[in-house]
């Protein structure tokens, strides 16, 4: 076979394997950052990146001075008496100032922009056309999430509430309005970079957006007891034509097995809205 | 005599040292024997803490196996194996067990009382018995840590951070929760009867001519310590104190949600209280480290500490700025979005005065003299994985970044490297260092060396590992980690971790041998100076010094680290000069010329 043939074939390989990983999402492989699935994580994962180049640099210069000065500068030979000249002052504090600059300063800006403009930014996710609204109820241990149904109301007969199961579409704002009736979660989306307490009490918010279709994990990161190992849910992220359907359906399914008598069952809150 | 010293003397008489054996060395006021009460206390938590941490590691490698040994004798009823109840109180306890019980009585109880008045040049502490107290209040607690394993429902699990909800009746009832809570009060009240009494010594009791640009960094940074002690500590205590009423008297400060009856309180109130403590208790921790090694480089390199000026100011903004940056840990509460980058800038910007400190340490290296003796060894490692523990702390000081990484193994690599390696690294380079002094014998180098050699590649590389799981997203505190698909992937490396996490522990026992090697065996006398430095509890006394510390107080004439000066060599031979040795033949002005 030819360098040409093998390259082709290898190309070739590379494709089928990447179409079959998008198909079906299996579990990660290696040691990196998990698979981002979500419109702006790659946001997190630039800084993430810039981070991790930066501190390697640091890190490197830093080390190869000690490690040069172990090696040459050894007992064998007379110190130097110094307390530290103008000159060695100034490596001192400008090599400072060029990562405090460089570096904090980088993160400072573009994690403000990013806050302000994507992750904090509930006035866009809500003023959005079509954007997601759920309801989630966490508690020892599951999340319990609540859906307004057809008539855009929470606490509605047509409400649809499930445990440990979301679903999403791609392409549009996820709003999560967070709230818990025992200690305190912490909704975590490794696939998709956010994280949100929930904190008995009060109402906290989440939001995102999906890009890839398939099945991911919500997982809780502050410890609540015991089984707080047990505390997962699925994700599963619909093309938009499939969630339409879905929410129809289940819509109709609510309203049909709607029991008054179950106090368990109606936990909703009316919508919170924020103020732009 | 001059007219300070003379003053100094009438204002510390020498006292007659105590004959009975409960004062002599039980009940003791003298901060010698205090030190190395707390240094026993400490020392014996730490064994308790590491085993625990075992017993975590054991868990994330082989989940649902009994645990060898350790299982037997401790988990008996469920035949060796760990369950989830279990486990919330290991982690729980070995996080407590180690910051409050196993490595503050090291680092502030003993090298705190046993350091400052050797080296400012005082008799005693300004409140010997307020000192006494400080210890048997610190012991009283410890026990209450140890009775709570013995209760119905076993230790806390709350987490060491004790949050509320969880942390009252609702979330984890029983007695044991309780002591603990009662616990950290108690511990508390020790810390700062210990710290008013510290702040109170370096301030009244400096020998004459001990100015503060003359204090050794060692002093530095325990005295800063103790001043956030002092401030800080008693936030802890009423926030403990205020979750014993909830817990036990029916009061909900900080219970909402369902569980509250009428309204309730606020959770994250006393997250607020918590972590204004919280944060400079990492700063309480990391501040001792960085004295010992500001003192403990130079020393080794045989040169002058690099702008020991700058270290110092660098020193005093970390103090100011510790209580100001707390708010990192709550990003993910839904603070407000303003509150909480006023938190990342802060934290952000106290990088500046620690990347001053260690460009210093580094700059002290570069053409020294280095000598690597085993403490001179950990104070290197300590510089090394205060190095990494603090650079991998720019990831979480960012809200974009904590999105993703808060609450996951990645935090618990973090600051494992800079509170658990860094601090525990410097309180073995204490320990090498100091032994000599304290029990006037050195310890064995060539055990120390290899004990060093597995102690440094064992920490990296399980605190490394821990910062390798969180970076791909497995959450902390988790019993079985595996239960989800995302992190299935790391089975391998956590159990690898594990193994080194063993082989960490296992070392550890070279360190216990040595000591007791060192202290009942065939040893000889180290001599008063073993180390030939400056400072004046190796210049201005014996070993050990006697019960009043110096036979007359010093004058203190010069800076902690003069190292390799030429005018000192030409006048005594060596490369050194004691803080309160007067050099042969006027040459305190050659001296002020050569350093000029």
Not at chain 2, 132 to 141: D, E, P
Not at chain 2, 383 to 409: E, P, R
Request: proline share 6%; aromatic share 14%; hydrophobic share 50%.
């Amino acid at each position: 076979m030819t360098a040409l043939g093998a390259g082709r074939a290898a190309l070739a390989l590379a494709v089928l394997m990447a179409g079959a990983a998008l198909a079906a999402p299996a579990p990660e492989a290696g040691y990196g950052l998990p698979r981002d699935v979500s419109v702006d994580g790659f946001r997190i994962d630039e800084l993430i990146h810039f981070t991790l180049a930066a501190i390697t640099v640091i890190f490197v210069v830093v080390a190869a001075v000690m490690i040069w000065s172990f090696v040459n500068h050894r007992r064998d030979r007379p110190a130097f008496y110094s307390h530290g000249t103008g000159r060695s002052i100034g490596v001192v504090v400008g090599g400072v100032a060029v990562i405090l600059v460089g570096v904090d300063g980088y993160l400072f800006v573009h994690t403000l922009g990013d806050i302000h403009g994507y992750f904090w930014n509930f006035p866009r996710a809500e003023a959005a056309e079509g954007a997601v609204r759920i309801e989630v109820n966490a508690h020892q241990w599951s999340w319990n999430a609540r859906y307004a149904g057809a008539d855009g109301k929470f606490g509605t007969p047509d409400d649809i509430v499930s445990v440990d199961d979301l679903r999403v579409p791609v392409g549009v704002p996820v709003i999560v309005q967070l709230a818990s009736t025992d200690v305190i979660h912490s909704m975590y989306l490794p696939n998709f970079r956010v994280k949100q307490d929930a904190v008995p009490g009060t109402i906290t918010r989440l939001t995102f957006q999906a890009k890839v279709p398939g099945e991911y994990e919500i997982a809780c990161a502050q410890h609540c007891g015991p089984n707080h190992y047990k505390m997962r849910g699925v994700l599963t992220v619909l093309a938009a034509d499939a969630f339409r359907q879905w929410l129809a359906e289940a819509g109709d399914d609510a309203r049909r097995g709607y029991d008054p008598e179950d106090a368990e069952a109606h936990w909703g809150w009316e919508w919170r809205r924020l103020e732009p | 005599m001059s007219t300070a010293q003379a003053l100094a003397e009438a204002a510390q008489p020498i006292h007659p040292p105590p004959t009975s054996f409960w004062r002599q060395y039980v009940f003791s006021i003298d901060h010698k024997v205090i030190g190395k009460q707390f240094l026993w206390a400490g020392l014996l938590f730490l064994l308790v803490g590491g085993t625990l941490a075992m017993l975590i590691r054991w868990q994330w490698a082989f989940p649902y196996r009994p645990v060898p040994v350790l299982g037997q004798v401790f988990l008996g009823k469920s035949g060796g194996v760990i369950g989830p109840a279990t486990y919330q109180q290991i982690f729980t306890t070995h996080g407590l067990v180690m910051i409050f019980f196993a490595v503050t009585p090291v680092l502030i109880g003993c090298f705190g009382n046993f350091l400052i008045p050797l080296m400012i040049g005082a008799r005693d502490m300004a409140f010997p018995k307020l000192n006494m107290y400080s210890f048997w209040t610190f012991l009283l607690s410890q026990l209450l840590v140890l009775a709570s394993f013995l209760t119905d429902l076993g230790s806390a699990g709350a987490g060491w951070t004790t949050s509320p909800p969880l942390s009252t009746n609702v979330g984890t009832p029983g007695l044991g929760q309780t002591l603990v809570v009662a616990a950290i009060f108690v511990t508390g009240v020790s810390s700062t009867m210990g710290a008013i009494n510290y702040v109170t010594t370096v301030i009244r009791l400096r020998a004459p001519g001990m100015g503060y640009m003359r204090l050794p960094l060692t002093i530095w940074g325990i005295w800063l310590t103790a001043i956030l002690n002092a401030l800080f500590v008693p936030v802890l205590g009423s926030a403990a104190l205020l979750l014993l009423l909830d817990r036990n008297f029916g009061t909900q400060f900080f219970v909402a949600g369902a569980s509250a009856v009428r309204g309730g309180g606020d959770p994250i109130l006393f997250q607020h209280l918590f972590w204004i403590f919280g944060h400079p208790e990492v700063y309480i921790l990391i501040l001792p480290a960085w004295g010992i090694l500001g003192d403990v480089l130079p020393f080794f390199a045989r040169k002058p500490h690099h702008w020991y000026k700058g270290t110092v100011l660098a020193m005093v903004i970390v103090t100011v700025l510790s209580a100001m940056v707390y708010g990192h840990h709550m990003f993910m509460t839904g603070m407000s979005p303003l509150l909480g980058e006023g938190f990342m800038l802060f934290t952000l910007l106290i990088s500046a005065p620690s990347m001053v400190v260690v460009l210093n340490w580094v700059l002290t290296l570069w053409r020294g003299s280095l000598r690597f003796d085993t403490p001179m060894l950990f104070a290197l490692a300590t510089m090394f994985v205060f190095g990494v523990g603090g650079l991998t702390g720019l990831f979480l000081a960012d809200i974009s970044m904590d999105l993703y990484l808060h609450d996951t193994m990645f935090v618990v690599g973090h600051f494992h490297f800079t509170m658990a390696a860094a601090s525990f690294l410097a309180a073995m380079t204490g320990i090498y260092f100091w032994f000599p002094k304290i029990f006037g014998r050195k310890l064995d180098e060539r055990l120390g060396k290899a004990h060093f050699w597995f102690t440094f590649v064992g920490i990296t590389l399980v605190f490394g590992g821990q910062l390798l799981a969180g970076y791909a997203g497995q959450q902390r505190r988790l019993f079985d980690p595996f239960q989800y698909t995302f992190i299935q992937q790391l089975r391998g490396l956590n159990r690898w971790t594990s193994f080194f996490a063993f082989a960490l522990f296992a070392g550890q026992f070279i360190f216990v041998w040595n000591f007791f090697k060192t202290l009942f065996g065939k040893v000889a006398s180290a001599g008063a100076n073993p180390w030939e430095v400056t400072t004046l509890e190796w210049t201005a006394t014996g070993t050990p010094p006697p019960f009043h510390n110096f036979d007359r107080i010093p004058e203190v004439v010069r800076g902690p680290h003069e190292f390799s000066n030429p005018e000192v060599r030409r006048l005594t031979g060596r490369d050194f000069a004691g803080q309160a040795e007067v050099l042969p033949g006027g040459g305190e002005r050659g001296l002020a010329a050569a350093k000029g």
